[in-house]
């Protein structure tokens, strides 16, 4: 019985390492194919057309509050009053 748990466990561990997202990725057999397999034909970055996209970026007209949504802002505490 022992045996047959040492063998299901051993093959189900070598089951999760084969079908890895990353495995799957590495089976391309080692070279990079892209459009800029070598360093030196990548293009060159241009400093001047990324500050001028930056300048087209226009300015936020008011500052983005991503959890604003989620819960509701705590309401103002009612004024006391005194009893007479």
Same mark, same amino acid.
């Given at each position: 019985?022992? =045996?047959?748990?040492?063998?299901?466990?051993?093959? $189900?561990?070598? #089951? !999760?390492?084969?079908?890895? &997202?990353?495995?799957? %990725?590495?089976?391309?057999?080692?070279?990079?194919?892209?459009?800029?397999?070598?360093? =030196?034909?990548?293009?060159?970055?241009?400093?001047? $057309?990324?500050? #001028? !996209?930056?300048?087209?970026? &226009?300015?936020?007209? %008011?500052?983005?509050?991503?959890?604003?949504?989620?819960?509701?802002?705590?309401?103002?505490?009612?004024?006391?009053?005194?009893?007479?």
């Amino acid at each position: 019985m022992k =045996a047959l748990i040492l063998a299901a466990t051993a093959l $189900a561990l070598v #089951a !999760a390492s084969v079908s890895t &997202p990353a495995s799957a %990725q590495r089976r391309g057999g080692g070279e990079e194919k892209g459009p800029h397999a070598n360093p =030196a034909e990548a293009p060159k970055p241009d400093e001047r $057309a990324y500050k #001028a !996209a930056l300048e087209r970026i &226009p300015e936020a007209k %008011q500052k983005y509050d991503p959890w604003g949504g989620v819960a509701p802002a705590a309401p103002a505490p009612a004024p006391v009053t005194k009893k007479k």
